[in-house]
């Protein structure tokens, strides 16, 4: 029984980077018990988790149709500044977000019909908005920080309560993960990654899905932009910036979701996201230099990765 649970444990897709997860946080328990006992510990913990999670979702459901979008942390820098002027105009701080996220979607907009109707591979498309996005950016805001509006309730609710950003996360990957998993939305993007042709064939409308999975990432970049500003209580516009863009990314792939398209999970960006949040809280607590940091950190993704491929070798040879 325990051997036959174990290797239906191991079956589990998510399994291999869950196990590298609880492996890391355990270390890093045991250097400081404070690591998982400090309450400002924890909510460090769930900050570092929380945006690049909200991120590699839309990223996920991209790459999983075999597209990527490097613009994503430019539209996370831009997204709070639209918010801002947007409430300088005298709209309401709920209705400045929406204008930000409707802002946001519209680069993902661009980014998709100029990949599905003009033919220009996504990682170009993606690479000129990033530029694009990043220089409106800097003009609107005169490179000077800005203010988040809204009183302190809602503030509060949005991202400035420690755990609220966590909680954003949360509710993005449960709504993700049922459409990827249980509509026609989600087969559809895994159909359309797998096999474009084939799926066009069977009548799937994939520039449709692609377009729209573009919209959903900008807008999902735009809304963790807008989240990290009233945490902070301020808009910053270097923020993010590709920094997280490729923190997201990388938070995707460790999870399971192959570059390549055609599968991939939204769960399993949580647990990514989780294992970058890990080591990024860890290694500051440790006291690792900042200048050796990036290096330890891709040595750490590529462990990781190297660690999830061969729990997954071995989870396909137990089945025979």
């Known amino acids: 029984m325990p051997r036959r649970t174990l290797s239906g444990f191991l ?35 769930s900050q570092f988790i929380a945006p ?13 149709g075999g597209e990527i979008d490097l613009s994503a942390g430019m539209v996370f820098a831009m997204a709070p500044f639209l918010m801002h002027f947007a409430a300088d105009a005298g709209l309401p701080a709920i209705l400045a977000l929406l204008f930000a996220l409707l802002g946001a979607g519209s680069v993902g907009l661009i980014n998709g019909v100029v990949t599905e109707l003009l033919g220009v591979p996504s990682f170009v498309t993606t690479l000129g908005t990033l530029f694009l996005v990043n220089g409106f950016t800097l003009t609107i805001s005169h ?24 909680l954003w996360a949360l509710l993005v990957v449960l709504v993700l993960h049922i459409v990827l998993r249980h509509t026609r939305w989600g087969l559809h993007t895994i159909a359309a990654g797998a096999n474009e042709i084939g799926a066009r064939e069977a009548g799937i409308h994939v520039t449709r899905i692609k377009i729209g999975n573009f919209v959903l990432s900008a807008a999902l970049a735009g809304f963790t932009g807008c989240l990290e500003a009233f945490r902070i209580g301020s808009i910053d516009p270097q923020a993010g910036g590709n920094q997280i863009m490729f923190l997201a990314v990388a938070a995707g792939v460790i999870g399971g979701t192959p570059l390549a398209g055609g599968s991939g999970t939204i769960i399993g960006g949580l647990i990514g996201a989780t ?46």
């Not at 980077?17 to 309450?39: G, Q, R």
């Not at 860890?282 to 590529?302: E, K, M, P, Q, S």
Request: proline fraction near 4%.
């Open 143 to 166: 490179g000077t920080p800005a203010t988040p509006p809204g009183g302190e309730t809602f503030g509060q609710v949005m991202g400035g309560w420690g755990y609220s950003e966590f």
């Open 52 to 64: 690049p999670a909200i991120i590699a979702c839309g990223e996920i459901m991209l790459m999983i």
């Open 11 to 45: 079956h589990w897709q998510e399994a291999s980077i869950l196990i590298v997860a609880v492996l890391l946080t355990a270390w890093f328990a045991s250097i400081d018990p404070d690591f998982l006992l400090s309450s400002a510990s924890l909510q460090n913990l």
């Open 275 to 320: 294992v970058l949040g890990v080591l990024n809280d860890g290694f500051t607590l440790v006291g690792i230099n900042a200048f050796t940091f990036n290096i330890i950190l891709g040595i750490a993704i590529l462990v990781a990765m190297l660690f999830n491929i061969h729990i997954r070798r071995f989870a396909r040879g137990s089945r025979v």
